[in-house]
């Protein structure tokens, strides 16, 4: 009798509490003194208007709503590609690629995937201008798409890299970068030779040879080692000027052809000698190593180590 006493006054409470909560909640629902229905509608409105614009600003644009992606390939061998590399271009809309990317790269493409070639080759008219690349970069961006734009070594080394990243940021365009493996360590590597030795080489410098004229010619005759790629046309000019510049005639020199490829070449020589063994070959793409530990490409040299 007494348990049923207490259950009916709890009941009894119950009940009380939810009627008074549900009381003051229709006193909150009503305007109060001092406001008018209107000024109520107004707050509504204005937090609402504040949410959407939140919401807004939260969503992603066009341009913003597609990527591109900087991707170095690496030297050339395909198992070379880093693995995030290999990634972005599996799941990528489009892929713009250089001349130089092969095959056994591009079999990573979705195969419903746009692939562009856009190569810049020399002085080859037919080559694509960076202008162009960076406006269909950034028009694929713009339209929602997934972009894998893949040079080959690392896009961050000569590789144009700045001119696509100005022109993407520029436009909005939402992007990242994807180092790769440059030819500048991979060519060396690969025909043995070490940029760097506690005896031979504590400094490496790394240029390109596309305009030796430009180049601080007298600086780089003082470096241990320098490492030079597109060089290949203008090989006997760089000879003669860091000769003028003061670098001795018996300077090893090593040049490798397509590196870490199965058509893979290497010619050793020095600054007396390099031109003369190289005469008449197509040195692009290669990479060409001068200084004493050039000495050590295809094993020559070993026992000094």
Request: contains cysteine; hydrophobic residues 45%.
């Amino acid at each position: 009798m007494f348990g049923r006493r207490l259950l009916g006054a709890a009941v009894a409470g119950t009940a009380a509490v939810a009627a008074a909560m549900a009381q003051q909640h229709m006193a909150n629902a009503q305007p109060r003194e001092g406001t008018t229905a209107a000024t109520t509608i107004a707050t509504r409105t204005a937090t609402t208007t504040a949410t959407r614009t939140t919401d807004a600003q939260t969503r992603p644009t066009t341009a913003a709503a597609g990527k591109v992606y900087l991707v170095g390939a690496g030297p050339g061998a395909a198992d070379l590609l880093t693995l995030r590399g290999r990634d972005v271009i599996a799941r990528a809309d489009v892929v713009v690629h250089d001349a130089l990317i092969g095959d056994d790269i591009l079999k990573h493409c979705r195969a419903d995937a746009e692939v562009i070639r856009k190569g810049k080759r020399g002085q080859d008219p037919k080559s694509a201008t960076q202008e162009e690349i960076n406006e269909l970069l950034v028009a694929k961006c713009q339209a929602g798409l997934t972009v894998a734009r893949v040079k080959g070594g690392d896009p961050l080394i000569f590789g144009r890299a700045a001119d696509e990243m100005r022109a993407l940021h520029k436009a909005g365009c939402a992007w990242e970068l994807v180092p790769g493996v440059s030819s500048v360590f991979a060519g060396p590597a690969a025909a043995h030779v070490l940029l760097t030795h506690k005896r031979w080489s504590s400094a490496v410098a790394i240029a390109t040879g596309h305009d030796p004229d430009s180049l601080d010619m007298g600086a780089l005759a003082r470096m241990d080692t320098v490492v030079f790629i597109m060089a290949g046309a203008t090989l006997p000019v760089i000879v003669e000027k860091l000769q003028a510049c003061g670098r001795t005639g018996a300077t090893p020199v090593a040049v490798i052809k397509h590196a870490t490829l199965p058509n893979q070449r290497i010619w050793t020589g020095t600054l007396d000698t390099i031109v003369d063994a190289v005469a008449g070959e197509r040195l692009s793409p290669s990479v060409v190593v001068i200084g004493d530990v050039a000495q050590f490409a295809a094993n020559h040299g070993l026992n000094l180590l």
